[in-house]
């Protein structure tokens, strides 16, 4: 479900001062996530993808280009849907829509009687103000953030 989308502005316009890059690159690579780590019960470890922010400028100020972030998915449809029952609004996830997959913050979730969940989201710059133009579902989500790592780093794309 897609609503108009917001004018188009030059994403240099809304760079704005995030952290700075505490840890060094390798620090990420010794991470390892096993279920006794979660506080959500789950069956198997999860997977977990390590990757850095683009410059996209949308999270600024709690994280920027080079930021490292890990992310998690279920190893199977009830682990996932377990995880995406501890998501509250304020949670960064990682989600698919035809052509993008985007990381942002969840805004906001709702039970809906056709669709089942749905969920909001948006950047957290406050230059950029308007919410994501998609009305999620479960199906969307596909990570679920559980640490950002302040590292100059150059992982995944």
Known sequence: IMEPLPPIVPVTDFELPSPGYWLKPEFTDRLAIVPGDLNVLLNEAPKVWRTTIQDTNSLDTLVDYRHTVVLIAGNNEVDHQRILDWVIPGDIVVYEVP???????????????????????????????????????????????????YTDNKIGG
Not at 120 to 138: A, M, S, Y
Request: charged fraction near 20%; glycine fraction near 6%; include cysteine.
């Open 99 to 149: 052509g993008q997959v985007i990381i942002h913050a969840v805004k906001e979730i709702k039970i809906d009687p056709v669709n089942g969940r749905t969920w909001k989201t948006h950047g957290l710059n406050p230059l950029i103000t308007w919410d994501d133009p998609f009305i999620l579902t479960d199906s969307n989500i596909k990570w679920v953030c559980i640490m950002i790592a």
